[in-house]
């Protein structure tokens, strides 16, 4: 008698886990479950992807600043300036364009196109 008892109260306590177990993998798969999950992970790599984006503009703007000064070495840029030859550097190019007191040249910018003139 008691081995009956014990292989039924075996039996109930399995089905009754399974019963859970198989509850519990259905509401996992309704499409409600399955969205809130796609969204979680959605979510998730959104935030993986941020923070690698994050890393490589930090690591892009370091290289590119030591890059800059490498180069600002190799050109001499941070170097002291020399006022006796500060005055031989050429004067900029954009005042080729402009007249002598920085006024556009009228003859640079007197011609026009109109394109209706070609109908």
Same mark, same amino acid.
């Given at each position: 008698?008691?081995? $009956?008892?014990?292989?039924?109260?075996?039996?109930? =306590?399995? %089905?009754?886990?399974?019963?859970?177990?198989? +509850?519990?993998?259905?509401?996992?798969?309704?499409? !409600?479950?399955l969205a809130a999950q796609a969204a979680d992970k959605a979510v998730a790599a959104g935030h993986k992807?941020?923070?690698?984006?994050?890393?490589?503009?930090?690591?892009v703007r370091s290289n590119m600043l030591q890059r800059e000064a490498e180069l600002g070495d190799a050109? %001499?840029?941070?170097? &002291?300036?020399?006022? !006796?030859?500060? /005055?031989?550097?050429? =004067? &900029?190019?954009? $005042? =080729?364009?402009? %007249?002598? /007191? %920085?006024? &556009? +040249?009228?003859?640079?910018?007197?011609?026009?196109?109109?394109?209706?003139?070609? /109908?």
């Open positions: 008698m008691f081995r $009956r008892t014990f292989w039924f109260t075996a039996g109930a =306590a399995a %089905g009754v886990w399974a019963t859970t177990k198989v +509850n519990r993998k259905i509401k996992q798969l309704t499409p !409600e479950s992807l941020k923070d690698r984006a994050v890393g490589f503009a930090l690591d050109l %001499g840029l941070d170097a &002291p300036v020399d006022p !006796e030859r500060d /005055h031989a550097l050429p =004067a &900029p190019r954009r $005042r =080729a364009a402009l %007249g002598q /007191h %920085g006024t &556009p +040249n009228v003859t640079t910018y007197s011609l026009s196109y109109n394109r209706n003139e070609d /109908h």
